[in-house]
């Protein structure tokens, strides 16, 4: 079943704020909660992540019917990409050194810019890409 894509991009722009905040303070306490999010979000799909339900009961309601649609596999794909850039910015902020847990954060931070204000998501286009090798690959 396909998926409104103004839930990902909301979560985008929440995320793009929580690691700017980490960025600017350096919090691995904030940087543990996204890591959280995108584990839910890649464990059960992005309409299980925090941000996906906050959207869905505060902001949906809000907004006209859905008028685009996306598959949910791409947008899960970009969960587990951001979980991974989350988990090794966690390692760095944690443990050390810190410019590896400041640049993967601000990879994540990046593409989840793209995301939210571009509609630009760097872990779909991933996603497509792997599916297209696959396939011609095997």
Known sequence: ???DVRG???GAAVTTLVLALVLVTGSAWLLAWQTLCFALGAAGGVGRSPYAWLF??????????PTEFEA?????????VGLVF?????VGLVWGPGWLGLGA???????????SVFGYCL????????RR???RFG
């Open 86 to 90: 989350a988990l090794v910015g966690l």
């Open 8 to 10: 990902p991009r909301f």
């Open 123 to 130: 872990g779909c286009e991933m996603y497509l890409l792997l």
């Open 56 to 65: 869905r009961t505060a902001v949906r309601p809000r907004l006209g019917p």
């Open 1 to 3: 079943m396909d998926i």
């Open 105 to 115: 954060t601000a990879c994540a931070l990046a593409a989840a810019f793209l995301n």
């Open 72 to 80: 949910p596999q791409p947008p899960r794909f970009a969960q587990f």
């Open 133 to 135: 090798g696959a396939a």
